[in-house]
């Protein structure tokens, strides 16, 4: 297993795994989102953005929680 800098096993909160920990640059690759814009959904704080946390000062965010997210941007578009 990969091992980040920063990462503790005995910090992750709610029983995430490392593997599921994303930071930014891995959400806004795997979303094509500026981190300008993820910092925007952020601070701006309305469910706009992907829920997110601090970890060891660095934001970071759950895959399970991107992942939603990214079907209920889906569901409030609608099918084309």
Same mark, same amino acid.
């Given at each position: 297993m990969e091992r980040r800098p920063g990462l503790s096993i005995e910090v992750i909160h *709610?029983? *995430? #795994?490392? *593997?599921e920990i994303m930071l930014? +640059? +891995?959400? #806004? +690759?795997?979303?094509?989102?500026?981190r300008s814009t993820l910092?925007?959904?952020r601070h701006a704080g309305q469910g706009q953005g992907p829920r997110s946390f601090k970890l060891g000062g660095r934001i970071c965010y759950k895959r #399970?929680?991107?992942?939603?997210?990214? +079907? #209920?941007?889906?569901?409030a578009e609608g099918v084309r």
């Open positions: *709610a029983g *995430a #795994s490392l *593997a930014m +640059e +891995e959400v #806004s +690759e795997l979303t094509r989102i500026p910092r925007f959904y #399970s929680d991107v992942e939603a997210w990214i +079907e #209920s941007q889906y569901q």
